[in-house]
């Protein structure tokens, strides 16, 4: 993996003002994947999206680390609940028309 698709863990804390300790629960409790690089954590950039949402939660709402894994699987089943909503529709409307 490239260097330049990484954010480092550090600097992820110090930005979002974040404990290491929430990301090492995130990544313990499967919700985002840390990558090491020589010898420095690092978030690569598909996960940052993910995280910067998890971080707001975490830090604005003050949802502790196992509410935020509650949270973060009812909205990954609200997300595929909606794409079989889509899914049907589309084909109901190949036998509507």
Not at 13 to 41: K, P, R, S
Not at 48 to 77: F, W
Not at 79 to 96: D, G, I, P, S
């Amino acid at each position: 993996m490239k260097t330049e698709n990484l954010i480092t863990v550090s600097d992820f804390c110090v930005y979002y003002n974040v404990e290491y300790t929430f990301i090492d629960y995130l990544q313990e409790a499967g919700l985002i994947q840390v990558t090491v690089v020589n010898q420095t954590d690092c978030i690569p950039l598909e996960e940052i999206q993910k995280l910067e949402k998890l971080a707001r939660l975490h830090t604005q709402l003050e949802v502790n680390e196992p509410g935020i894994a509650v949270i973060d699987n009812l909205l990954q089943k609200m997300e595929n609940l909606q794409q079989q909503v889509a899914m049907l529709r589309n084909r109901l409307k190949l036998y509507e028309g």
